[in-house]
């Protein structure tokens, strides 16, 4: 029996590969930015327009965070409100591909100069991202008095921001359209507090207790937090839309003290877990809600005017606490356990269709993945490493490349390790029948 698994709808869940694809190969995306950053050496973290800098970006948060997030939502929304999103089997496959693909076209093209490459890419993710909005906003309307549901939701609706955005300013780069590079903090700030930060919120308030055996959320936070994020996200726009500096810098705190808020009570409820034993799952959140909220203290401090995240060394420390201290950490501690126990819950299903139960053994999770310590401690260096150098540059990017290189390609193999013996498990339980 899973702890906390009582009310979620296990029948209601997507074939097994619906979700793995896009599991299996964000890492690889991650670590191809990896290697961009070490080829392009030390002018990456010199100007925030740099062409390697902007695609290697791009390749981790459309080609590793938000395929995960794709596959997150087809495999999360039906178990937990018991809705599925339309047309799972053909929407998936589709956005998979066009994501994955488009994600690297569009870094080639930007990245290396080649504008038909970045034009296909761009033409590919809006086709696949399109697509998946229309089906996830179906069913997110229906689940919108579930809190993760809603949640979800809003995300959502902050990827259509984010994807609207990222298409005016690729317009401008390409000299379709007058050239408003002041969009760019607004297209960031969607990508990273509505659409990453909103789903990782949603997505939180079951895998937090579910899986590290934590008390569970609030539930004045999880049916109020959300949409006061979402809300601030509304109102500073407008305010930096408008010009109008006190609506702006209202609704830039409103975010900050949600997400600051959101961070504190899982660090929090992280802090009362039923389980001593140290996991990396457990850790990779919390140097993930830890960076959160730097992060948001660091919005909250350009809002009062005491810094400036512009182009400068603070701003590029800004970008890798905030994507990578924050986003990858997180998600990375969601594959290190949503992964095992797919592929254990799918293999289960089958000892007991078949009848088998008691008669075939099968991997538990850990033996499907046992805990990723050394792993973890790759995606700690790189984290280091980037860090160190977004604030001194030069010769630190190399080593910071081959590091991110390291802990997304390890990861990625890791999780094919899944795969290859969930399917020596499957082979051994079918050939019993």
């Known amino acids: 029996m899973i702890p906390g698994a009582g009310d979620l709808r296990f029948d209601r869940m997507p074939p097994l590969w619906v979700p793995l694809r896009a599991f299996l190969a964000a890492p690889f995306l991650g670590a191809a930015a990896g290697v961009m950053l070490a080829v392009a050496g030390p002018a990456v973290f010199v100007d925030r327009w740099n062409r390697e800098l902007i695609a290697a970006a791009h390749l981790v948060t459309v080609g590793f965070l938000t395929l995960v997030m794709v596959g997150a939502i087809l495999q999360v929304l039906p178990v937990v409100t018991g809705v599925p999103v339309p047309g799972t089997r053909w929407v998936g496959p589709l956005t998979e591909a066009t ?19 970045a034009g296909v890419g761009a033409v590919l993710l809006g086709l696949g991202i399109g697509v998946f909005v229309a089906v996830a906003l179906a069913a997110t309307w229906l689940t919108r008095r579930n809190p993760t549901g809603r949640a979800m939701g809003l995300s959502v609706l902050s990827l259509v921001a984010v994807a609207g955005l990222g298409v005016f300013l690729l317009a401008g780069h390409a000299g379709w359209v007058p050239l408003r ?48 994020a979402f809300t601030g996200l509304v109102v500073w726009t407008a305010g930096r839309l408008a010009s109008v500096g006190g609506l702006a810098a209202a609704g830039s705190l409103t975010v900050v003290a949600a997400f600051v808020v959101y961070a504190g009570v899982t660090l929090t ?7 001593t034993l140290r996991d990396p799952t457990t850790d990779a959140w919390r140097v993930g809600m830890a960076s959160l909220a730097v992060a948001a203290l660091l919005m909250g401090a350009q809002s009062a005017g005491v810094i400036t995240l512009g182009d400068t060394r603070i701003g590029f420390l800004f970008g890798v606490v905030a994507v990578y201290g924050f986003a990858v950490s997180v998600v990375e501690g969601m594959l290190y356990k949503i992964v095992p126990f797919l592929s254990w819950l799918h293999l289960q299903n089958i000892v007991t269709a078949e009848g088998l139960v008691g008669k075939v053994k099968i991997r538990n999770m850990r033996q499907l993945l046992p805990p990723p310590t050394r792993q973890f401690a790759a995606h700690l260096a790189a984290y280091g490493l980037l860090s160190v150098a977004a604030v001194f540059g030069g010769a630190w990017v190399w ?35």
Do not use: C, K
């Open 269 to 275: 409820l992280q802090a009362r877990r039923r389980r």
């Open 399 to 433: 080593p910071a490349g081959v590091a991110v290189v390291t802990d997304f390609g390890w990861l990625g193999v890791a999780l094919v390790g899944v795969v290859g013996r969930h399917r020596e498990d499957r082979e051994r339980v079918l050939a019993e029948t």
């Open 99 to 117: 994501v994955a693909t488009g994600a690297v076209l569009f870094a080639i093209g930007v990245g290396y100069g080649v504008p038909g490459a």
């Open 181 to 228: 590079r002041d969009l760019t903090e607004v297209h960031l700030a969607w990508a990273l507090a509505g659409w990453v930060g909103l789903l990782v919120m949603g997505v939180s308030f079951q895998v937090v207790p579910l899986f590290q055996v934590t008390p569970n959320y609030p539930r004045w936070l999880e049916h109020a937090l959300p949409a006061v």
